[in-house]
């Protein structure tokens, strides 16, 4: 439940600052693949990626996280 929570937020947060996954993960110095699977639930987020994921969308991660 929490991953799916999770999922859509950094989904409409990417969206809501115009990113492509592609451009979002590479600001993140993620893969595409990895940023796919957190967002459609299937991986749940280390923290380190997280705090990335976050700092790229300018977001808090409590805010990723709980909202």
């Known amino acids: 439940m929490e991953n ?3 999922a859509k937020r950094v989904r409409a947060f ?3 600052k115009g990113y492509t996954q592609q451009e979002l ?4 110095g993620i893969s595409l693949a990895v940023l796919g699977a957190i967002e ?3 991986r749940r987020a280390e923290e380190q990626v997280l705090i990335k994921v ?3 969308l300018g977001v ?3 805010e990723l996280r709980n909202g």
């Open 25 to 28: 993960a590479a600001k993140c």
């Open 54 to 56: 976050a700092e790229a």
């Open 60 to 62: 808090s991660v409590q």
């Open 4 to 6: 799916m929570q999770l």
């Open 14 to 16: 990417r969206k809501l």
């Open 40 to 42: 459609r639930g299937n």
